[in-house]
């Protein structure tokens, strides 16, 4: 049996979603669908609406076999270390292709690009450093380096969000010879980041805005997310009175910059530069999350990067602590968060050829990277009511998610 | 113009310290009666039903006519470092007289109990060292110390709470020599710990329990607290909605117990002796912060002493900074809560000869000690819904209470 890997984060899970695996498993002709998703928090430094259990389930019943975990570490990073930790998971489970969604759909300018930005690497780098240490977030000091090098003008448009990821994707396939072909669809219309609901097809981003202001699942947003989705969403509302979002946190980040040190703040991720100071400026004044990051947001503190921080400071996670482990060139250990029978099979095939460990209950294992993900998962449910957090914190230490019926 | 000093807590401030109140001044026969007063959080390591200024006012309007900050590096600790950090601000505040409560209201037992206290005081520190380190918690280590220099057969009930924290002033105030002179009133008949309310003088324990769970005034509480506490009362709660209780800051501790790390939690004053296992193993079953007490405590982990660790975990509050501060023989400021026509008067004519600033809004000094009381304050206000704190924490920027009706 061979599989194709994808990189996704389901928040929720919709219809595009639900594309995208027809489309990769014509196009790879593939029998196992193997997607690495991001946990509790996600790349942009958001909550998920709701857990990862519920969101792979929801994914398991729709058509993929295997869902697996993207560590905490990897997660809730730029582009690059995000695709570094999704690539090399899904490499750790012998995937033959990964296929992801770009703007065109062609994978002939992502490897063309990548013949020339390995060719220019040396001036990549020291662009993308300069670029950094001028203070420019992640994306923008990429943009620059990548026009340095000429890569935006030869076919490939690396404005497009989904196209940075894809060329990420495809760097780190190549950058550490993983033997992974990649592949690419193209994605349906809906833009990556609209704000509404136009198409039966939509963004992620409208759908969410659709349903987390009102706490509810509106008939417009059904028609974008497949049964299982509106299953998942249901289920977690009625087991915990809510669907997660950022002012939930808010309490707990405030008492974080309150109580804690300038000196304790900086060591935090993504507090740099100064931002501590910035953080206990602003922190007795704000209201609510929104406001708080609108008294942070400037060009050079883009929201994304001020959201990514606040991840890390509601899990107390250090610069120093993911650093050894941005530094490996292989992931520690694969997590299965669930599978269907065949998704079983596949595992029962390749894992005796593994080199990491393939575990799926949390105690199953020690490693720093697990420590984080346990403080990820405390910090995520202390969103939930004091009296049912338990059997939430209590998932971690159970069986994944096994689908006895055979997919597609 | 003189004064008498009283050391108080007012949580909140009934007709029993009115009572002692109207016989300190009987007795003392000074003109200015100045009470320095735990802040937010308490002795016994709670956090106050209302906030300092609150009861302040109360307490002005009814008695006293200084109130002065004893502050959080010393409030919340065993009662030694509790009456250290309360005489040494009387004395910054050249009071003559300190006037406390007792069981029986002589002060002779006190004076002979200090001086074979004295007399046997390298035995005594040794024998309260070996309790300690036997894991003893200080109350009891204290209590066989005394034991053993025969200070408990002496005329002088060291089991008692209130004889306690007396002989702690004494001490104090003799092993400093400041010159004060320590004077004691007979307490009314309700006992320091007692649960209901039987007369119009009742514990504050009592009037806490009446109150503070169905946070409602009844009229059997309003029968033992004078009108200024009443009005104080109502108030509060008309502000912020809520009267604190420890269930509130159940969240946060939560959340400080599942995202540091065992050495963190470590560096907090008060884990110690592996406790910081225990919290890590009971956090994530426990419902309430009653139920995480009740699985953390033992016989010796006390009820007292694990609130107090809790109160330091919420404030951030770190062995390592309390150290050098309770090194020190006096306190590094006096700050003013409020003050009546005449405390005013008093203040004018000592403030040239104080050794120490005095100051009142928070921004006018700095200090370790200061930035801890701020810490505390922050922490306290996080009880209150999110979109009323701001007013709160401005609190400490702004002038004391002025209360401009003479009193006495």
Not at 69 to 81: F, G, I, K, N, R
Not at 273 to 294: A, D
Not at 315 to 344: C, F, W
């Amino acid at each position: 049996m061979n599989a194709c890997g994808v990189i996704v984060e389901y928040n929720p899970f919709h219809n595009g979603h639900v594309h995208h695996l027809e489309e990769s498993r014509k196009k790879t002709e593939k029998d196992c669908l193997i997607a690495v998703m991001s946990g509790n928090f996600l790349q942009r430094g958001e909550p998920a609406i709701i857990d990862k259990w519920h969101r792979a389930e929801a994914a398991l019943k729709t058509g993929i076999d295997i869902a697996v975990e993207l560590p905490y570490a990897y997660a809730v990073q730029h582009a690059d270390l995000f695709a570094k930790g999704a690539v090399l998971t899904l490499h750790a489970l012998k995937v033959d292709t990964i296929c992801f969604g770009s703007e065109k759909g062609e994978i002939s300018p992502f490897l063309k690009a990548y013949e020339q930005y390995h060719k220019n690497q040396d001036l990549f780098q020291e662009e993308l450093k300069r670029g950094l240490s001028r203070g420019l977030s992640f994306p923008e000091a990429s943009r620059l380096a990548y026009q340095t090098i000429n890569l935006t003008t030869n076919g490939l448009d690396l404005s497009q969000p989904n196209n940075i990821l894809g060329f990420s994707y495809v760097k780190t396939i190549l950058d550490f010879n993983t033997g992974i072909r990649p592949e690419t669809i193209q994605r349906t219309k809906s833009g990556y980041h609209d704000e509404e609901i136009h198409h039966r097809i939509a963004s992620a981003t409208s759908i969410r805005k659709e349903i987390v202001s009102g706490q509810m699942l509106t008939e417009k947003a059904k028609e974008t997310i497949p049964a299982a989705t509106v299953e998942a969403l249901n289920n977690y509302q009625k087991e915990t009175g809510l669907w997660h979002h950022w002012e939930l946190y808010f309490p707990y980040l405030q008492h974080v910059v309150l109580t804690r040190s300038l000196t304790e703040l900086k060591e935090v991720h993504g507090v740099e530069e100064g931002l501590e100071y910035r953080l206990k400026k602003t922190v007795e004044r704000s209201k609510s999350f929104q406001e708080w990051m609108e008294k942070l947001k400037t060009r050079r503190y883009t929201w994304t990067r001020l959201q990514r921080m606040f991840v890390h400071l509601l899990t107390n996670t250090k610069t120093a602590d993911l650093k050894p482990i941005h530094q490996q060139s292989s992931v520690p250990y694969v997590r299965i968060l669930g599978m269907t029978e065949k998704g079983r099979h596949y595992l029962n095939q390749v894992k005796r050829e593994m080199e990491v460990p393939l575990i799926s209950r949390i105690q199953e294992y020690e490693h720093p990277v697990l420590e984080m993900e346990e403080r990820a998962v405390h910090s995520y449910y202390l969103a939930i009511p004091a009296e049912k957090r338990e059997r939430f914190f209590r998932r971690e230490i159970q069986p994944p998610v096994i689908l006895s019926r055979t997919q597609g």
